[in-house]
């Protein structure tokens, strides 16, 4: 039997580099861990590494070395003169420094964007609230322009006050002007 072609779409997906090929199920299993586990591991190594605590047990670590293999005897030294096993430690334990370094740098970056966006969202939260705040003063001022103000009122209550004294004293003089056999005509002047 003849193979039959491809069909176009099949042959269209095959060779377009833009869309994935179908995974083959691996015959080795890909160890699986915690990501966030080993970042919160980088993250307190990378922390550890830049103490002062750090520096001072690495630095005793190499005096110790150094004075071990330059002091001691000859039988008992493990590392003579250029240090090239002390070297090689302190270069291995510079490659794993420097990734777990780096990681902990990028999830700080993360959590930094993340927090910067959170800020970025309250300032502008905060500038529309500020910017109903003035509207909302503006009006008030708007409106407060068409209202009494306290020296009108003053005003208005001191006209009214003088206009209750003066009635009361034509009511005095009423009743002093009919007490006395004046004309009652007088009063009703005073009223009008």
Aim: overall charge negative; proline content about 5%.
């Amino acid at each position: 039997m003849a193979e039959r072609p491809p069909r176009p779409a099949q042959r269209e997906n095959r060779e377009r580099l833009d869309t994935p090929l179908v995974h083959r199920r691996a015959l080795v299993r890909r160890p699986a861990y915690d990501s966030d586990a080993f970042g919160v591991f980088a993250e307190t190594f990378a922390r550890f590494m830049g103490t002062a605590t750090f520096l001072a047990y690495m630095t005793l670590f190499v005096l110790v070395w150094v004075s071990w293999n330059v002091l001691a005897p000859e039988p008992l030294r493990w590392d003579g003169y250029p240090f090239i096993f002390l070297t090689l430690i302190l270069s291995l334990q510079a490659s794993y420094a420097a990734p777990l370094i780096l990681l902990a740098q990028n999830r700080q970056e993360a959590r930094d964007k993340v927090i910067g966006e959170q800020d970025r969202q309250a300032n502008a939260r905060g500038h529309a609230d500020m910017e109903f705040l003035a509207r909302e003063v503006a009006s008030l001022r708007m409106a407060v322009g068409e209202v009494a103000t306290r020296d009108f009122l003053r005003s208005e209550l001191r006209s009214l006050l003088a206009e209750i004294d003066d009635r009361r004293e034509d009511r005095r003089d009423e009743q002093q002007g009919t007490g006395r056999g004046d004309d009652p005509d007088d009063g009703a002047r005073h009223r009008g």
